[in-house]
């Protein structure tokens, strides 16, 4: 979604012809380098001729898919050659954070109050993001060229793995990474995404919804999801983000009569028999998405739909988002719950989660689960705007390990769950 991960085109470098031409991969350089960078996006996205495509406006901002990690860096790959003006050609982003990438036993004490509980490991992971090269320049190698220097950048920096996310059938960028960087295929997460109706979705009536505070949901998130895979070490710099538009706990009134918020530790104590969690990241502010490529039958017809839905809402009728237009998102991450009822729970704050994105004005809501999360059948989504398999590659950087208990991450199989980071998405 979004720009999502890496898209190249061919092995990831360029053509052109004339004289001899040397491509430099330098530091971007956002007061100057911003217009250049934007021309190259354009030239990137342009959809297959009618098909459906989805364009990506970042709003001006070329780094906003990495501003906000705890350290990034973007590469710019640029032609100079003697007698002509400089271009350019390609640019990558990159970040890097500590994040879950296992669990052990304590052995020193530091869990005293349950030592059969698990403590998280962790690792410090890079992220490979918004590759692009010029289709005028394809197939000159510049896209590992790119792809090298970020990692060059990534061990300078102390990062253990980089990993990538990009389509299952985008066979360039899989090719790239996989035979020529020597990725492998890690995860095959699924990105949900759900339009905003015209009609507030109808919650149900025995539903407790609490809004935590961002030390609050810290707190939670940590007692009960720190051992999840790819869980942020820095959650509080995601929940305390302006975008972050607050972490909501579910509950039903029959099993949870408390109507006042008892604070993360009381409630994880002693929690109800089901109970469900999840936050709500605003992508509406950091970049904007639009379906090109629509005939006027299709964009006649989701008019219609918007149109009857607006003018008879008590029907809860589902109608096709305005996403010929230029629109925005919201992401809801963390997603988690226990007991017989937590799916319904989960479908419930999703509902909510709607709601807001209704208020705000957003055209779809989204979010990215490990493919065996069990919750998931609590995400309504639309299936034509998802996407059941989406491919996460990664890579080991360096010999030394955060942990000897883990060993090679990128051999370790699947759990259940996985924390997608909203700042990435």
């Given amino acids: 979604?979004?720009?999502?991960?890496?898209?190249?085109?061919?092995?990831?470098?360029?053509?052109?012809?004339?004289?001899?031409?040397?491509?430099?991969?330098?530091?971007?350089?956002?007061?100057?380098?911003?217009?250049?960078?934007?021309?190259?996006?354009?030239?990137?996205?342009?959809?297959?001729?009618?098909?459906?495509?989805?364009f990506t406006d970042l709003l001006g901002d070329p780094i906003c898919r990495v501003r906000h990690s705890p350290s990034f860096l973007m590469l710019v790959a640029e032609t100079v050659g003697e007698g002509k003006e400089k271009e350019i050609v390609g640019m990558i982003r990159g970040c890097i954070k500590t994040v879950t990438c296992g669990k052990k036993l304590s052995r020193n004490g530091r869990n005293s109050n349950d030592p059969t509980?698990?403590?998280?490991?962790?690792?410090?992971?890079?992220?490979?993001?918004?590759?692009?090269?010029?289709?005028?320049?394809?197939?000159?190698?510049?896209?590992?060229?790119?792809?090298?220097?970020?990692?060059?950048?990534?061990?300078?920096?102390?990062?253990?793995?980089?990993?990538i996310a990009t389509e299952n059938d985008n066979q360039a960028s899989v090719g790239l990474f996989t035979d020529k960087c020597g990725y492998s295929k890690f995860r095959t997460p699924s990105i949900l995404v759900n339009p905003v109706f015209a009609h507030k979705v109808r919650l149900p009536r025995r539903l407790r919804i609490f809004k935590l505070s961002p030390s609050d949901a810290e707190s939670f998130y940590r007692r009960r999801f720190s051992t999840t895979e790819f869980f942020p070490r820095d959650i509080d710099s995601v929940l305390n983000n302006k975008l972050s538009l607050g972490t909501f706990v579910a509950v039903y009134s029959d099993s949870y009569p408390t109507e006042s918020w008892p604070g993360s530790d009381s409630f994880l104590a002693d929690p109800p028999e089901s109970w469900a969690v999840l936050s709500v990241w605003n992508c509406k502010d950091v970049f904007t998405l639009e379906v090109r490529g629509a005939s006027r039958v299709k964009r006649g017809f989701a008019k219609t739909t918007r149109l009857v839905d607006r003018a008879l809402p008590w029907?809860?009728?589902?109608?096709?988002?305005?996403?010929?237009?230029?629109?925005?998102?919201?992401?809801?991450?963390?997603?988690?719950?226990?007991?017989?009822?937590?799916?319904?729970?989960?479908?419930?704050?999703?509902?909510?989660?709607?709601?807001?994105?209704?208020?705000?004005?957003?055209?779809?809501?989204?979010?990215?689960?490990?493919?065996?999360?069990?919750?998931?059948?609590?995400?309504?989504?639309?299936?034509?705007?998802?996407?059941?398999?989406?491919?996460?590659?990664?890579?080991?950087?360096?010999?030394?390990?955060?942990?000897?208990?883990?060993?090679?991450?990128?051999?370790?199989?699947?759990g259940l769950s996985i924390f997608v980071d909203p700042r990435e998405f």
């Fill in 1 to 54: 979604m979004g720009e999502k991960g890496v898209g190249v085109g061919g092995g990831g470098g360029g053509g052109g012809g004339g004289g001899r031409v040397v491509v430099v991969v330098r530091k971007f350089d956002q007061e100057n380098d911003s217009k250049r960078v934007e021309e190259v996006e354009r030239r990137c996205e342009v959809g297959p001729s009618g098909e459906l495509s989805l």
């Fill in 117 to 163: 509980k698990p403590l998280p490991v962790y690792t410090k992971l890079a992220y490979i993001l918004g590759l692009r090269v010029s289709p005028s320049h394809r197939r000159m190698g510049i896209g590992l060229k790119l792809v090298c220097k970020m990692e060059e950048w990534f061990r300078e920096n102390g990062a253990e793995y980089s990993y």
């Fill in 315 to 414: 029907l809860q009728l589902p109608s096709v988002p305005e996403v010929f237009r230029p629109f925005g998102l919201h992401f809801m991450y963390g997603l988690g719950g226990e007991g017989p009822r937590a799916v319904k729970l989960v479908k419930a704050l999703c509902g909510h989660a709607h709601n807001l994105a209704k208020e705000r004005g957003c055209g779809v809501v989204a979010t990215e689960v490990s493919s065996r999360e069990p919750l998931r059948l609590g995400i309504p989504h639309w299936k034509r705007l998802s996407c059941a398999e989406d491919l996460w590659c990664i890579k080991r950087l360096g010999e030394d390990y955060s942990d000897g208990s883990v060993g090679d991450w990128t051999k370790s199989p699947p």
